[in-house]
Every structure is written in structure tokens, then in C-alpha cells.
């Protein structure tokens, strides 16, 4: 954890300590609603046990309690929550063929064929058992919706001597349907074939009956409906109705027409539904249940209006009969199978109706990049895409605490089942850097035996890349502000633009050995208002921002930038040498010449100049003006000109650079540092110190680039020197109170004194003080692969074998824990002075150590391979060094006037001379 100081300063900021990643059903003996919900989500979430009717939900409470039963883990019975008898765990080992149980490894990372009965006091595998045994007895597709018939499906094909009338009192102690406190905005879309016009009074029955559980108004629950043949219309928008009484008359009074399904056009009004002019909320989850039960040709078109939808947050569940099962499992939200039900005819929807009402409505909320507010007290669940260029996430409460858990394996994660694991407070929010092509879903807790831990707010803040704070005071960029003035702009538009300007300007400060700004304006073609050393004042500055006016044709971009390099950026009209480039491009108009654009913008920032952009209009939905922006980091979009000056504190952050950073890549939870954005697409963020560090290491040329590296600062303790591989410098400053240390080249607090460097060791040729060199990637090792850092060697193959440690090959220091879920892990920390040694799967110690136990640091550690014996000191010849079986080695001292003697791994009086 460091800051990092430039000539433009730039601070990266770790502030998360992200508490141990648990599972707990997989740990032996837990129990509770919570446990058992997380292995059912686990296994539908899998695909391995989905549309049960809710059957074995039910049937864990049934048998155990959710395992609160005294009876559940009884002496001398394993079955665990589900009771599973060793008769029926027993069918489960050879009824189910390769290719379920190799399912059962990749997506659990459990390899079945070494699970024993007693395993099955781990809830997860119980359930597991469980749904095998089922599977074997024709289950899911046999079970029967009715809760009394599933009493007998219970009783005829789970346990036969179950007691008469027990099942269906117990079930119904249950929770169903959805809490009447959900955020909802929920889209029912009905096609108008035929067949569905005939069964529409079914149709309307099940959104009347599902509805009945929720609370309809603007604030908790809004629905809408929608019917669609070729001309589809929505015939209820979101809030048009926020009692339920009144919205319970609009169904009934609801008439279909039949037509001819058209799905593409059908899914394209659906995603209007929810914008914010129609009724949609940013900040609640949004649904979608689809009944269609017409075979249906789905098209490439939509395919991708589905894809969009759930790009914009949309879960979408669909209801089908069997004719056209497969078309909608595509439409559907992932996993399919989660998302999709099927039915004979919808004459048996009423029979489905619970089991759709309480899987569909806890829903995690979409969200896209912006800001989130929801009371304390509130079920806050959301999802967030990443993708390559990563986002970032920041959970804060104004008062009070919250508890933070997500996982990108569980889509329910909770307090028993999570990956991250954070206590925020006002002053410790959490922020999540992640890159990973499956979503992260987050559950925001409040509530701690039913006390509301927190008052005020719960704020989240998703940004695309990372996320940016600043003060611009003291900072000395060579700014140029480039506005479009043609003449598609009013005055008021213009003196809008000149209020951005001078807010801008205002935030740094002026002059030959500070920020320097200048000003130009385009249309049909560039003109110079100021160049970047006219003015050294503020005042100065702000005075000639004022007096600008409005004058131009037609709008050239291509042009106005070929200015910018060719004539702005010369050292001639202010450029310097040593300072960061910066160009703030504020326009309203698309780009008329995209080729010329973008060749333009590509000249400008191989020059090292970041490209910031403010858009007006719809300028923001130009591809080519967003891809002139050095990144998504740096490009920012408003609506109308009047609104630009309350941009311009943003566009000052994007000028700046401060960027605040937690990395979460692939499942693997690291600290970030520095080099991550050296080596990503945020390295234009980062600006080299030229000419500032004396006789810097970075300088030296050498044939073949260097790996990025660092170096102790010549004078200052609390700052060190990076160099990446082009042999650009970098001054990075220490946290508060921390120094560099030069042995693990990281910034730590100070405790006992450590030499920087080792002193010179003679010569020795005994094999045990040679270092071997590194291990191939793809060499097995004892209990696992070493694999890059950017990798996550946690797959459910490699779990499921017991190999939950894996060497860390950028930092011996360091080891990755996989946590029991698949492709889910955390990079650990070896206590100070151990290094991971792979061979026990144990941190050891890194030195030896002497007579009185303490780390002898000028040494190196001869017993880190595991060869017990003893070994001659490299230059006392007074003095041995032994090894013990583990690893441990210990300084050792002759008695007076003895000599150890190699060979002999003894001591003994030398020969007089």
C-alpha cells in the first residue's frame, strides 16, 4: 500500500482490508435458513438440481429444520441437513454418468468419487446427495407443483417411512413469494399468438396472484405490462398505478388481440419501459417474465435486443411450454436454466406460480456507472458487468456500519457464502477495483438481530475504470482547452462554455513554474484566443476568459487538432519539456471527418498528451468523439451546454490523475500496486518524472528491457525510484509513517533494524547456498502449479483434489488460498520474514536464525530445500549452520578455539601451523 508522487502528483490509494473469504456450506456442522438458501442457490446457479417446484427448498426444512433440528447431526448419522440415509448417498456414487459427475468438479470443484457419507455433515454436500438421489428418481421434471402431491412424491420417492401429514404444515411455515418490501420494477410481456390469447385469463390469474405479496407504489414495487404481435404496446407503464387494489382492476380489464409474434420488436419496447421518462428507477432491480407459448424462430435480432436489455441491468425470466423451451432459454438471463420454466400448458400456471414468485424476487439490481442511494435499513442487493477495461466500486454509509459481502460464484451472497468481506464506517469506505467477465454481485447489510446498524444513507459509486479524487493546487500541466464554436451554438450556449473555462482554469495555479493554460476555439477552422505562457496570473487568465467571443461556420475537429500539435504544442508558444500534457476538448458537435479524427487523435497522444472530453449532446453519443478521449476514465457528457460548468471540477480530475485503486482480477484478490497500471491501458494516467531524479538506475540502456523494478531513493527513506520497462523513472512516496525497505522492496513501517543491502558473502561451493533457478510454470509441484500472477490457479479440478495452496511466482513472500469455491481465491501474506515454501505448503523462515533466536538478515538461508544436515558459515570458519527437516535453520557456534569442518559436520581444534 503506497501513495505515488509525480511532477503531476498522482496517489493510488488502497484502502481496503478485505476480511477472509467463507463458505460456510461447506463447513461441517452449520445450519440456518441462510446456509441452506446458499446451497440451493449453489446447485441451481450450477445448473446440476433447477425448477424443483420449490420441492427441495421445502424438503431441507422438512427433514432437519434447515439442520436447527437436535436430531440433524446426530451420533453415529451423517446424512447432514437433507438426511440423506448411506443407502441412498451410496446410489449416488455409480447411478450418475461421467459427465454429471465431471460437471460436479468444474462447477463445485467437488470430485465425487472421494466423497464419503461423513462429508455430507457439510450442508452443501448433503444438498448435493441429495439432488443426486433425485436426479436418479426422475427428479426435477417428475416433481409435482402442488405441495400436497409433493408430500407424496416425497414419501413414495424420498423417505417412506416420513409421517403422514408432516410435509405440508412444515413447507408452509416457509416464507413464499416476494418480501412487500422489495424495489422492484417489474415488466410482465405477453405475446398475442392464438394459443396465448386462449390461455390469456390464466396469464392475468398468475401476475394477479403474483402481485398479491408485493407493495405497489412508486416507492417499493411498480409494474407494467406489455403485449406484443407484430405491433407490440405497452399496455400498463411503470407507476401508472400505486395502489395495488387499482392495478389489480387494470389486469382484469386487460383485452388481447391475437397476432403474429414478433420478439426482436417486443424486447426493443420493452427497454424503453424503464427509462427514467416512462417510470423506470435507476436504483431498484429491474425484471422482465416473458410468457410465450407459441413455437417461435428466434432471430439473430433478438438475440441481441436480449443481450442489450440485460447489458442495461435487465434480469429476465421467461415462461414457456415445451414447444418453444429451447428459443427462450436463449432470451432468458443466465444461467439459463435458473431463468427459464417450462409448463405443459399455462392451464398449470397457477401450480408454477410459487415457485416463480420466490425465485424471481430477489434480484440483484443492475447498476451502471453513477451514483446510488438507499436508505439504512434497506435489502440492498446489486450486480456489477466489468469487462476488460475493469470498473470500480465504492460502498459508504453516512452513519453507523454496514456489513459488505460479494462473490462472483454466488449470486445471493450473504454472510455464510461470500468472497469479499468488509465492515464500511464514514470514515473507511470499501472500493473494489475489478476486472473479470462474470459480474460481482454485492449485499449491503444493515441489520444485525433485527437492530438497523446504520442511520442516513448507503451510498454506491460505480465507476468505469477507476475511481478519482484531487486537489490541483501545486500541480504544473501544460493545459490547452479546445471549444467548439461553430455555429450550431447560441451566446448562451458560448458563455456557458466560457463558465466551464473559467471554473477549470480556477482550480490550478498560474504561472512559468505552475500550471500553464492556454485557449482555442474551432469551427471551420482552429484559432488561437491565448497561448500556454501568455498569462502568469489568475487574474490575468480569467480577465481574457471573459472577454472571448462567439464567431464561426461549420464544425472541423480533424482540423482543429492538427492545430493543436502542430502550432499549440510548441515549445515556441509555452510547451515544456518536463511537464504533463493535457487537452480538454469541450464540443457539441459529431465528428465530420472520423478518419481524419481519429488519425489526428492517435499523433496527439503518442506525443504522451491525455485527451480529456466533455460532450454535449449528441456529440456524447459519437463513437469517434468518445474514442478521442484518452480513455472512458477521461471522457464526460452532459445534456445541455447550461449544464457544463457543473462538469468542470470533474474535468479537472481527469486533468490530475489521482486515481484510488482495490484490484480483484479473475477471483484472485490481491493488493494493487503501481505496476498494475504500468502494464494496463491506465498507464496514460501515469506521467514519467523526467530530469528530476539524479543519476536515476531507470537510465541505464540496456539491449533487452528490464521487468519493472525498484530502487531505494538516494537521499529521502520514505520515497523510492520505479522504473518500468522503457526506462522511465518514477518517484513514488511511501505511505505516512512508512519507509522503503530495500531487501522486499515494499514500503513498511519501521521495526527492528534490517540492512538494506546483504554484506558481501565469499564464495562458497557447497550446493545448498546455490539458488536453484525458478521452476518452470508448467513443473507439478507437491500440492500445486505456479502459475502467473495474473491467473488463478483455483479451478474446481484443483480444489476438488485438496490443493487449496499455490506459490505466488511474482513475490515469495506471498501464496494463493483458494477458498473452496471455484475460480475463487485470495493472494495471502507470509507474517514478516517467511517466505511460502511450496514443499510443506507453509510459510518458513525466510533467514536463519542465532543462538538467541533472532533473524540473522546478512545471511542466506542454506535449509530452505529441505535438506537436514550441517553446513559450513560462508566466511566464520568459527561458526556452522543446521538444518533441520522443515526448513529451519539455526547459527551455531564452536566451542573456543575449535573450527567447524565440512565433510566431517563436526568441530575441531585446528592443526597448529
Known sequence: MFKVKFRIWIFLVFVVAVRGQRDRTREVGTYGSDVVEGVVSALRDACIFSDDMLFFRRLAYVESKDGASNETYRKGYDGGIWQVDETMFNETKTKMGKSFYATVTQKLGIDWSNVTWSDLRKPLYSGLAAAMYLLGKGAPWLIPAAIDQQEQYWKTHYKANGPNGTFVPLSKELESGCHVDEQVDLLFVIDTTPNTVFDSGHITTFI????????????????????????????????????????????????????????????????????????????????????????????????????????????????????NSDALSQVASAPSCAHTYTVADYRRLEELHPYVARTSCRVAVGLQPGNYKYPCGSNVLVRVQSSSVGATVKVHVTNGTAEVFGSYVSTQPSKDVNEINNTVTPAQSTAIFIRDLRPLTLAVNTEHRHLVSCSGDIEITVEPSVSKRTECQDKNPDIILLLDSSKNKSENDFNSM????????????????????????????????????????????????????????????????KYIREEALQPINGKRQSSSKVLVIVTGSPAQDPVEVLRQTRLIKDEGVRIVVVAVGDAAKDPVIQATASGLVHFQNVSRYSDLPRVAGKAVVESCGDVQLVCMENGLQRTCGIEDLLSSQFASLIVPEHGVI????????????????????????????????????????????????????????????????????????????????????????????????????????????????????????????????????????????????????????????????????????????????????????????????????????????????????????????
Open 208 to 323: 394477479k396472484n403474483y402481485i398479491q405479496s408485493l407493495h405497489i407504489d412508486h416507492g417499493h414495487a411498480q409494474i407494467a405490462v406489455e403485449s406484443y404481435g407484430n405491433d407490440p404496446k405497452v399496455d400498463i407503464p411503470l407507476g401508472t398505478y400505486s395502489t395495488k387494489q387499482s392495478l389489480l382492476n387494470a389486469i382484469d380489464a386487460l383485452t388481447f388481440n391475437p397476432g403474429t409474434s414478433n420478439l426482436a420488436k417486443a424486447l426493443e419496447v420493452a427497454s424503453g419501459v424503464f427509462l427514467p421518462n416512462n417510470g423506470g428507477r435507476n436504483n431498484v432491480a429491474k425484471i422482465i417474465i416473458l410468457f410465450s407459448s407459441t413455437p417461435m424462430r428466434l432471430t439473430n435480432e433478438g438475440v441481441l435486443k436480449s443481450i442489450a436489455l440485460k447489458n442495461q441491468g435487465v434480469t429476465i425470466y421467461t415462461v414457456g411450454t415445451g414447444l
Open 498 to 561: 466560457k463558465d466551464f473555462t473559467s471554473r477549470f482554469a480556477s482550480q490550478f495555479k498560474i504561472g512559468s513554474a505552475a500550471a500553464q493554460i492556454g485557449l482555442v476555439t474551432y469551427a471551420d477552422k482552429a484559432s488561437n484566443r491565448f497561448w500556454l505562457n501568455t498569462f502568469t496570473t489568475q487574474e490575468s487568465l480569467q480577465h481574457a476568459i471573459r472577454i472571448q467571443s462567439l464567431n464561426g461556420n461549420k464544425s472541423d475537429l480533424a482540423t482543429a487538432l
Open 694 to 913: 539524479p543519476n536515476s538506475p531507470c537510465s541505464i540502456r540496456l539491449p533487452v528491457p528490464l521487468p519493472i523494478e525498484r530502487f531505494p531513493h538516494p537521499t529521502d527513506k520514505d520515497k523510492f525510484i520505479l522504473c518500468d520497462n522503457h526506462g522511465q523513472s518514477y518517484l513514488v512516496l511511501c505511505p505516512p509513517d512508512e519507509v522503503f525497505n530495500a531487501v522486499t522492496t515494499e514500503c513498511e513501517r519501521p521495526t527492528s533494524p534490517r540492512p538494506s543491502t546483504s554484506p558481501i558473502v565469499h564464495p562458497v561451493t557447497h550446493s545448498p547456498f546455490t539458488t536453484p533457478p525458478p521452476a518452470s510454470p508448467s513443473t507439478p509441484v507437491p500440492t500445486g502449479t505456479a502459475l502467473p500472477s495474473s491467473s488463478n490457479p483455483c479451478s474446481g479440478e484443483i480444489i476438488s483434489k485438496g490443493l487449496f495452496f499455490h506459490p505466488y511466482v511474482p513475490d515469495p513472500h506471498k501464496y494463493i488460498h483458494c477458498t473452496g469455491m471455484p475460480n475463487a481465491s485470495k493472494l495471502e501474506s507470509c507474517p514478516a520474514m517467511k517466505v511460502w515454501r511450496q514443499a510443506t505448503t507453509q510459510c518458513e523462515n525466510e533467514y536463519i536464525t542465532d543462538e538467541v533466536g533472532q533473524a540473522v538478515t546478512s545471511l542466506p538461508n542454506p535449509c530452505m530445500f529441505g535438506t537436514p544436515g550441517f553446513f559450513p558459515h560462508p566466511f566464520d570458519k568459527n561458526a556452522y549452520i543446521q538444518c533441520d527437516a522443515w526448513g529451519e535453520g539455526f547459527l551455531k557456534k564452536c566451542q573456543s578455539g575449535l573450527q567447524f569442518v565440512p565433510g566431517q559436520d563436526t568441530c575441531v581444534r585446528p592443526p597448529s601451523t
